[in-house]
C-alpha cells in the first residue's frame, strides 16, 4: 500500500511537470529576430497625404474647397500583425466651431463612399487646438490586405458621411 502511494505521487508529480509549458520568452529588442519583425511590419506600412477637396452637398450650389493638409501612417505592428499603429496629422482651416475631426479608413478611393474597415465608432476623435491642428498616435484592431485600395477621409465634427469630408489621403503602400 505504501509503495502504491510513493508511485502514485511519482506519477502525479510527473504528469504535472509534463504539462506545465515553458515560460514565454520576449526577444531581446536587439536581437536579429526583434529586427526582423520591425523591419517587416515597416516593409508592410501605408501612408498618405491629405489634400484639401471640394465639399459635396444636395443644394444647387457651387463646391467649397475644404483647406485640410497633412499626412497619414498605417503600420502594423510587429509584436501581433492584427494590430496597426496609426499616426495622422493634419490642419484645417481656423473655425472657431470645429473642436473635434472624426476619421476613417475606407476601402476604395477618396471619394468612393465605400465603408469604413470598422464600425464608424471605433475610430477615435481628434481634438483640434487653437492652430487648427489635430494629431492622433493610436493602435487599431485592423490589418490591410495588400493587394487592397485604401483611403482616410477626415470627417468635420463626428460626422461619418461624404458631405461631412473636409480632407481625403490616397493610401499607399510602401516597402
Same mark, same amino acid.
Given at each position: 500500500m505504501r509503495l502504491s502511494r510513493?508511485?502514485?505521487?511519482?506519477?502525479?508529480s510527473a504528469a504535472?511537470?509534463?504539462? *506545465?509549458?515553458a515560460p514565454s520568452v520576449t526577444p531581446d529588442p536587439?536581437?536579429?529576430?526583434?529586427?526582423?519583425?520591425?523591419? /517587416?511590419?515597416?516593409?508592410?506600412?501605408?501612408?498618405g497625404t491629405?489634400?484639401?477637396t471640394g465639399s459635396v452637398s444636395g443644394e444647387l450650389v457651387p463646391s467649397v474647397r475644404q483647406n485640410g493638409n497633412g499626412n497619414v501612417e498605417l503600420t502594423p505592428l510587429a509584436s501581433n500583425p492584427n494590430l496597426s499603429h496609426v499616426h495622422l496629422s493634419v490642419s484645417?482651416? /481656423?473655425?472657431?466651431?470645429?473642436e473635434t475631426l472624426g476619421w476613417a479608413?475606407?476601402?476604395g478611393g477618396c471619394g468612393s463612399g465605400d465603408p469604413p474597415v470598422l464600425a464608424p465608432g471605433a475610430f477615435p476623435l481628434m481634438q483640434v487646438n487653437a492652430n487648427g491642428q489635430a494629431n492622433?498616435?493610436?493602435?487599431?484592431?485592423? *490589418?490591410?490586405?495588400?493587394?487592397?485600395?485604401?483611403?482616410?477621409?477626415v470627417f468635420r465634427g463626428t460626422g461619418t458621411q461624404l458631405t461631412d469630408v473636409i480632407t481625403?489621403?490616397?493610401?499607399?503602400?510602401?516597402?
Open positions: 510513493i508511485l502514485t505521487s511519482v506519477l502525479i504535472v511537470g509534463a504539462c *506545465a509549458s536587439n536581437s536579429d529576430a526583434a529586427r526582423t519583425q520591425a523591419i /517587416m511590419a515597416r516593409a508592410k506600412r501605408w501612408t491629405f489634400n484639401p484645417v482651416s /481656423m473655425d472657431p466651431s470645429l479608413i475606407h476601402g492622433l498616435d493610436v493602435d487599431m484592431p485592423f *490589418a490591410l490586405w495588400e493587394s487592397g485600395s485604401y483611403h482616410v477621409n481625403c489621403a490616397q493610401l499607399r503602400r510602401k516597402s
